[in-house]
T-cell receptor, first 112, second 114 residues
């Protein structure tokens, strides 16, 4: 079983839609969870970072972690064409070496 | 810009060539990483360096040879690669302490092995 599972999509939504991106993980020792956004031909960009369970909001983006079900989510409100990218989820144990385990990424297209 | 730069951005090399990838971080971080990104696969961790010392080699073939002369620079030396090594190679760095796992990525080097 992979450490982090993520549906690769693709996911296509109209502009203004609410987008829900999801991942599951298997390692109960994970404490830190991240979402990265990767535009075509670019490196991943850290988008959201959460510790343990709960929600974190940043503008149109909300990251949610449910450790009881080992489920992590990213919600994008009022989606824009500029949100079109691949979104990578990742989890880590918080060791001093900072190893992250990544999902495969979900490709999102927001059409005008 | 994330503060992590990589050169070259694109590289085409034959199976008998030797080339090197370079990464530099301007963030004051102490840990640096090499990842391989192939289509439809999760990021594959290759090497981890912490304060210039290699702390992880994720069973990477010896045709990939990392070098970390200081906490700001990281190299990946390539020789006798195979076509299946064609991928995007990403460098990342993380802050001192490292406990929060935040990693910041460079733009990557798109490698094609012919």
């Amino acid at each position: 079983q992979k450490e982090v599972e993520q549906d690769p999509g693709p996911l296509s939504v109209p502009e203004g839609a609410i987008v829900s991106l999801n991942c599951t993980y298997s390692n109960s020792a994970f404490q830190y969870f991240m979402w990265y956004r990767q535009y075509s031909r670019k490196g991943p960009e850290l988008l959201m970072y959460t510790y343990s369970s709960g929600n974190k909001e940043d503008g149109r983006f909300t990251a949610q972690v449910d450790k009881s079900s080992k489920y992590i989510s990213l919600f994008i409100r009022d989606s824009q064409p500029s949100d079109s990218a691949t979104y990578l989820c990742a989890g880590g144990r918080g060791s001093t070496l900072g190893r992250l385990y990544f999902g495969r990424g979900t490709q999102l297209t927001v059409w005008p | 810009e994330t503060g992590v730069t990589q050169t070259p951005r694109h590289l085409v090399m034959g199976m008998t060539n030797k080339k090197s990838l370079k990464c530099e971080q301007h963030l004051g971080h102490n840990a640096m990483y090499w990842y391989k990104q192939s289509a439809k696969k999760p990021l594959e961790l290759m090497f981890v360096y912490n304060f210039k010392e290699q702390t992880e080699n994720n069973s990477v073939p010896s045709r990939f040879s990392p070098e970390c002369p200081n906490s700001s620079h990281l190299f990946l030396h390539l020789h006798t690669l195979q076509p299946e090594d064609s991928a995007l190679y990403l460098c990342a760095s993380s802050p001192p302490g490292g406990g929060n796992n935040e990693q910041y990525f460079g733009p990557g080097t798109r490698l094609t092995v012919t």
